[in-house]
């Protein structure tokens, strides 16, 4: 699902759609969308940068990693990036020098021809939201 940047003309614009989980692709992931996803956020435009800061809820279903057996997992997780056109990665250094990773890089990404897929912004958040070891409840 692209986002088409090319719509948003505003210095500042709110999204809100709410996919079905048949509309997600389904892959090899190690969770299943079992619920309407929310996705909900602000579209901050500044010239050809642009800064998404909103939220994301469903319900993912896991497999308890103890007993098997399959759990539902609240999402409820707010995410900030930010997203620059694919020509405007920094030139590459020698491979000598060492660059220091800052704070705003991890939250950085690319962009191409106009448009920020979602579908990579979701999965993106969904396994952000996975425990380590998923657990369908604290005795197991």
Do not use: W
Request: some cysteine; proline content about 8%.
């Amino acid at each position: 699902m692209p986002l088409e940047l090319s719509h948003f003309r505003q210095p500042e614009t709110e999204f809100h759609k709410v996919f079905q989980p048949a509309d997600l692709p389904s892959g090899d992931e190690e969770y299943r969308v079992t619920a309407p996803v929310d996705l909900t956020m602000a579209i901050h435009k500044d010239h050809d940068r642009f800064r998404l800061v909103g939220t994301v809820k469903t319900e993912l279903g896991l497999d308890c990693s103890r007993c098997l057996e399959p759990f539902k997992l609240p999402v409820d997780r707010e995410f900030d990036l930010r997203y620059l056109p694919a020509g405007a990665a920094e030139p590459e250094t020698d491979d000598d020098e060492e660059t220091e990773v800052e704070d705003d890089d991890v939250a950085m990404t690319f962009y191409r021809d106009d448009q920020i897929d979602l579908n990579e912004l979701l999965r993106e958040q969904f396994y952000l939201a996975l425990p380590m070891k998923p657990l369908c409840s604290v005795g197991c």
